[in-house]
């Protein structure tokens, strides 16, 4: 299955800035996600991310909020805009794992845990 | 909305004991898959369940899922200290391509 390196691991920023958060994977991909998850709770999807095609969001995220990027197959990235404490949260990537045509599950990055102060 | 309900959300027990969690929806799942989580980790895939009634074991982990396909079982035997972590059943939605919903999840610790 492939393997999914995501940058940072964690981060301290000010309300108001910043932070672009990075998936780089070992394989081509078709499609990549985005979840945000409070620490030992629920996941839930922000956007799904397509190559060559703007990234599609789910009820309640925006793209002003949560711009993502997806220049290749192997890497994306999502950026959190103009950050408040309620931003504060576990952000993942994640990948298919297929074998043949069937889906067997999901990879996912390590997680940036980001805190807004 | 198609959603999961997790239980419990946390189980505290004894080395040694037997646990089951389960994920209950009143919607139809296309597959559902069971992960566990470790803290600063991404959840990693322990099983996918595609088949109605479908029963898969895994040493001391048995899943199983419902046969109408909108519930799922885990079971551990004989936990270990080693189990101890968060567990999160998820669906994959029928006709929603790569999306997930994920239950609340269940907070497993196993004491020595």
């Known amino acids: 299955s492939a393997v999914i390196s995501q940058k940072p691991s964690r981060d301290i920023c000010q309300r108001g800035t910043s932070l672009t958060i990075q998936c780089q994977v070992d394989?081509?991909?078709?499609?990549m996600f985005w979840y945000r998850q409070q620490p030992g709770q629920s996941l839930t999807l922000i956007a799904t991310?397509?190559?060559?095609?703007?990234?599609?969001?789910e009820s309640g995220f925006v793209i002003d909020k949560f711009p993502i990027s997806r220049p290749n197959l192997t890497f994306s990235t999502l950026t959190v805009s103009n950050m408040s404490p309620e931003d504060s949260s576990i952000y993942l990537c994640?990948?298919?794992?297929?074998?043949?045509?069937?889906?067997?599950?999901?990879?996912f990055g390590s997680g940036t845990r980001l805190t807004v102060v | 909305t198609q959603l999961l309900e997790q239980s419990p959300q946390f189980l505290s027990i004894q080395e040694g004991e037997n646990l089951t969690v389960y994920c209950n929806s009143s919607?139809?799942?296309?597959?559902l898959q069971w992960y566990r989580q470790e803290p600063g980790e991404g959840p990693v895939l322990l099983v996918t369940?595609?088949?109605?009634?479908e029963v898969k074991k895994l040493k001391r982990l048995t899943f199983q899922f419902g046969d109408a396909r909108k519930d799922s079982s885990l079971h551990i035997t004989a936990a270990q200290t080693g189990d101890t972590g968060l567990y999160l059943c998820?669906?994959?939605?029928?006709?929603?391509?790569?999306?997930?919903?994920f239950g609340q999840g269940t907070i497993l610790t196993v004491h020595p």
């Open positions: 994640s990948v298919e794992v297929r074998s043949a045509t069937l889906l067997d599950g999901y990879t």
């Open positions: 394989s081509q991909v078709t499609m």
């Open positions: 991310a397509n190559q060559g095609s703007e990234a599609t969001y």
């Open positions: 919607s139809v799942f296309s597959s």
């Open positions: 369940v595609v088949t109605g009634g």
């Open positions: 998820a669906g994959a939605r029928l006709g929603g391509y790569g999306k997930l919903t």
